[in-house]
T-cell receptor, first 113, second 113 residues
Framework: AQSVTQLGSHVSVSEGALVLLRCNYS??????LFWYVQYPNQGLQLLLK??????LVKGINGFEAEFKKSETSFHLTKPSAHMSDAAEYFC???????????FGRGTSLIVHP | EAQVTQNPRYLITVTGKKLTVTCSQN?????MSWYRQDPGLGLRQIYY???????DKGDVPEGYKVSRKEKRNFPLILESPSPNQTSLYFC????????????FGPGTRLTVL
């Protein structure tokens, strides 16, 4: 069975600071990994995904994530936070032919001026 | 435009009054699912469907029903709503392989009094 753990339900950063949101997965087979973002009063939208090509994945709005098999991690980063990055972020995994993704509990990113 | 639509977006009802939340996608996706989102609990899957006439329970199916008579539609039915079903509900669809991301609807905020 797969599981996804997001460390920290809330992360607070200052505008211009590095954003680091942590995600660890457990899977018995090579996973597909996703980061989604949910802006206030909206549905989730895809930020980026890893599907076993390059381990460093670039997404929208300057975000990127690195797949590290040895650490079973897929942390999300952005060099410089903007106020508009304030949102809920979800990490998810699926594998093989499984249609069914497993979501983490989400991390709320708070950006201070 | 590729999208998942949900209706209504907001609904206030009373205990025991049957309701249906509609979900429709225009991407010819095989896989559709329903989630509820509650503070501190992240996304929890209610039901999913891998194709027409094929549905299965997710993590929290009690008190809900679904049907998949057509590929594009996947309504969520609450036959006798209770206050503990007050939540934010999301419909999602996917192309049906593990590598494919989920497309989410805008959400339905349900309040049961």
């Amino acid at each position: 069975a797969q599981s996804v753990t997001q460390l920290g339900s809330h992360v607070s950063v200052s505008e211009g600071a590095l954003v680091l949101l942590r995600c660890n997965y457990s899977s018995s087979v090579p996973p597909y990994l996703f980061w989604y973002v949910q802006y206030p009063n909206q549905g989730l939208q895809l930020l980026l995904k890893y599907t076993s090509a390059a381990t460093l994945v670039k997404g929208i709005n300057g975000f990127e994530a690195e797949f590290k098999k040895s650490e079973t991690s897929f942390h999300l980063t952005k060099p410089s936070a903007h106020m508009s990055d304030a949102a809920e972020y979800f990490c998810a995994s699926s594998s093989g032919g499984s249609y069914i993704p497993t979501f983490g509990r989400g991390t709320s990113l708070i950006v201070h001026p | 435009e590729a999208q998942v639509t949900q209706n209504p977006r907001y609904l206030i009802t009373v205990t025991g009054k049957k309701l249906t939340v509609t979900c429709s996608q225009n991407m010819n996706h095989e896989y559709m699912s329903w989630y509820r989102q509650d503070p501190g609990l992240g996304l929890r899957q209610i039901y999913y469907s891998m194709n027409v006439e094929v549905t299965d329970k997710g993590d929290v199916p009690e008190g809900y029903k679904v049907s998949r008579k057509e590929k594009r539609n996947f309504p969520l039915i609450l036959e006798s709503p209770s206050p503990n079903q007050t939540s934010l509900y999301f419909c999602a669809s996917s192309g049906g392989e593990g590598r494919n991301e989920q497309f989410f609807g805008p959400g339905t905020r349900l309040t049961v009094l």
